[in-house]
């Protein structure tokens, strides 16, 4: 079947109900002394091969219905789909630490003879900051012969570009920067619980669209220092650049984030196919990111498909004129991915 058909497929199933022909269970891995709960995707016929779908920073977690929609409509190309509970991620917790976890996990599932029957590599699909820090796991000589292919929606090449964006941007996504915001004012001096919880609120009114907010109410009881800081974060750049950036800095210092969340010297064990798909107008990581990684892959002699698209900002769906064309580069790439992760494995 033609790469486009494949993609076309994925598409059409991931809007269409599969009826209960792909079943669900929950289920318990180990990897690296630790339990992690599982969600197992099986297709409605024969396995083929095995996906991990990691979930992005969603207030629903790994439960979250779009990427259980996706994992669904993977599925029902003959991939057995695993979407782990990671806690950092579900926490919207930023620390190179899951990089340890996503490493884990790709190699316990790899090695783990009834969910991974086929015993083959195992491809990967990871979105936004998971997409970057699925990456750079496959990316470790140990994990990467684990990985067939992977396909990342929305990441990021270096987190420090990540962190301008954001700090700097009026008009980007505001739950993203509630999220960096809650986790770089944990790490700096001017760190106060009442603040960390206007941002929680915050996180989860949007998160959770809810249709009367509660962070109204809570500002009414927030002390005026506190609620002045508030919505100095949010409105004055320079204020917000002096919070994340110093934070950031006293960490990096210490703890060597940059160079941990860096992609460009970390792809010399990269062997398996990487598919980079982004929306041109992402509003919290620039498609400049994908293009950045695309060419450093290349650059390296590494196998790297690239599509940007109208049709996406940060992973959701916008409808344009130019509709048909998008859906078919949509397509290409998705069936790209899918063909690598079904072809037969030497």
């Known amino acids: 079947?033609?790469?486009?058909?494949?993609?076309?497929?994925?598409?059409?199933?991931?809007?269409?109900?599969?009826f209960g022909r792909v079943r669900v269970s929950q289920q318990i891995i180990r990897a690296a002394n630790e339990n992690y709960p599982i969600l197992v995707y099986e297709p409605p016929g024969k396995v083929a091969a095995t996906l991990i779908t990691f979930s992005g920073f969603s207030v629903h977690g790994y439960r979250d219905k779009r990427l259980a929609r996706l994992s669904r409509a993977f599925a029902r190309q003959g991939l057995r789909v695993v979407t782990p509970y990671v806690g950092d991620i579900d926490q919207l917790r930023i620390h190179p630490a899951s990089i340890d976890k996503f490493a884990a996990l790709i190699e316990a599932i790899r090695s783990d003879d009834i969910i991974n029957s086929s015993k083959r590599a195992i491809s990967i699909f990871a979105t936004s900051y998971s997409g970057g820090i699925a990456m750079l796991a496959a990316a470790r000589r140990q994990t990467a012969p684990c990985v067939n292919a992977i396909c990342l929606l929305g990441a990021f090449a270096d987190f420090r570009n990540v962190l301008r964006f954001v700090v700097k941007e009026q008009t980007i996504d505001d739950y993203a920067r509630y999220i960096l915001l809650r986790n770089f004012l944990q790490r700096s001096d001017r760190h106060n619980n009442e603040l960390i919880n206007l941002l929680d609120v915050a996180i989860a009114d949007n998160g959770f669209r809810r249709k009367v907010p509660r962070l109204p109410r809570v500002l009414q009881a927030t002390s005026p220092d506190n609620m002045g800081v508030f919505w100095k974060m949010l409105n004055d750049v320079d204020f917000r650049r002096e919070i994340v950036y110093g934070a950031f800095a006293d960490i990096d210092q210490s703890e060597s984030w940059a160079e941990k969340f860096n992609l460009a010297d970390k792809l010399e064990q990269v062997t398996f196919s990487v598919s980079l798909i982004h929306g041109q107008r992402d509003n919290v990581i620039p498609s400049s990111e994908s293009v950045q990684l695309h060419d450093s892959l290349l650059h390296q002699g590494k196998h790297s498909h690239l599509t940007l698209t109208n049709l996406l900002d940060h992973g959701d769906l916008i409808v344009n004129h130019a509709l048909y064309r998008e859906v078919s580069k949509l397509?290409?790439?998705?069936?790209t991915f899918i063909e690598v992760s079904l072809a037969p494995q030497g």
Not at 331 to 335: E, M
């Open 1 to 18: 079947m033609s790469c486009y058909r494949l993609g076309y497929r994925f598409l059409l199933n991931n809007y269409i109900p599969d």
């Open 331 to 335: 397509a290409l790439a998705f069936g």
